[in-house]
């Protein structure tokens, strides 16, 4: 397989070329493509077979399921049944955006897409290149992140052209992403609204139109089935070993200078705040932003990740963020990321 990248200007889309990609999507073959939370691995959800290819391009593991996409309210029919009234009003509220709904999985989609469970993860993306392909191809698209299984997903199409260059038909370069981070599940087939994944949209968001929602923090080994995807305890690892920081602020730092000394080869993920700790110490870093600034940190977290792998570090150290609004998601990818691996001071 030889891979295309289409350049594709959100703001000017090319029909031609939405075209050419959504005919590839019906004829059972992978797009990656941009939303707004990170560049997805698209199929036709109603084929098993094209299903079968993102799951061998990706390496992922069979138990871990994908989320469905569609353009319109209309087709959710199509990939749920016995949806609640409360599905909608969320709908209503946050779609086209970063929320995920689990519901009862119609049969119409490939159980493979769901890990062989009976319920189904399904949006409604909000970015314009996601839309149009999806309208153009006019059926569910099932689309994890466009890159290699547990690496750092990609906000960008260099992301996935590393990744899976010659494992994916075409790649439709529309610019950087704006989120960064993938977007929120949320399990409406429980007795209480449970969040499985935290994401794009923000649990306090949530509470303002469900007050009882809650949060469930899983951490599954690969050979364990799960309701959502993200809930693995490896998950958006660079290649380098990842150790998380969590404690006081100058605590931490003088934990992290130590530790690096003890490595030929560190990296840190730093907050332009701790830029100067690092300074002369041989150590390479690749910025996050301001530690105030959590949308600047979700957008850079996995490109700074990819850049650490790039310096041939041997190591990745990071400061943990405050875990409220989406701190609570960049938190997420951070101990996965690092496979649990915790300091506390």
Not at 17 to 29: F, T, V, W
Request: proline content about 6%.
């Amino acid at each position: 397989m030889h891979t295309q990248v289409i350049q594709i200007d959100p703001d000017h889309i090319d029909l031609s070329s939405i075209r050419l990609a959504a005919q590839k999507i019906l004829d059972g073959r992978l797009v990656a493509f941009p939303t707004e939370t990170v560049y997805g691995l698209g199929a036709n959800a109603l084929n098993g077979d094209a299903v079968s290819r993102i799951f061998a391009a990706k390496g992922r593991p069979p138990s871990d399921p994908l989320i469905v996409h569609i353009y319109s309210l209309d087709q959710l029919n199509q990939v749920a049944i016995q949806i609640p009234d409360l599905a909608y009003r969320l709908a209503e509220k946050f779609w086209s955006g970063p929320l995920t709904l689990v519901l009862p999985r119609n049969e119409s989609i490939t159980p493979a897409v769901s890990a062989g469970l009976h319920t189904v993860a399904v949006r409604m993306p909000s970015h314009p290149v996601a839309l149009a392909l999806l309208r153009s191809a006019n059926v569910p698209i099932a689309a994890p992140s466009a890159n290699l299984f547990s690496r750092p997903s990609p906000t960008t199409a260099q992301h996935v052209l590393e990744d899976l260059k010659d494992r994916v038909d075409i790649i439709l370069d529309g610019g950087r992403v704006d989120i960064g981070v993938e977007s929120t599940v949320l399990d409406l087939t429980s007795d209480v609204p449970t969040i499985l994944r935290a994401g794009g949209l923000t649990l306090e968001a949530l509470r303002q139109v469900i007050p009882n929602c809650v949060m469930r923090n899983v951490y599954l080994g690969e050979d364990e089935s799960a309701a959502s995807p993200g809930m693995m305890m490896k998950h958006y690892s660079p290649r380098a070993k990842m150790l998380l920081f969590d404690g006081e602020r100058e605590s931490v730092l003088r934990s992290m200078v130590d530790e690096a000394r003890r490595h030929h080869r560190a990296g840190v993920l730093v907050f332009d705040e701790d830029e100067g700790v690092f300074e002369g110490s041989g150590v390479a870093t690749s910025r996050l932003g301001s530690e105030s600034d959590l949308a600047q940190i979700a957008t850079n977290l996995f490109s700074a990740m990819r850049d650490l792998d790039q310096k041939n570090v041997d190591v990745i150290l990071v400061r943990g963020v405050k875990r409220e609004g989406l701190g609570l998601a960049i938190w997420d990818r951070l101990v996965r990321a690092a496979e649990g691996r915790v300091i506390s001071k």
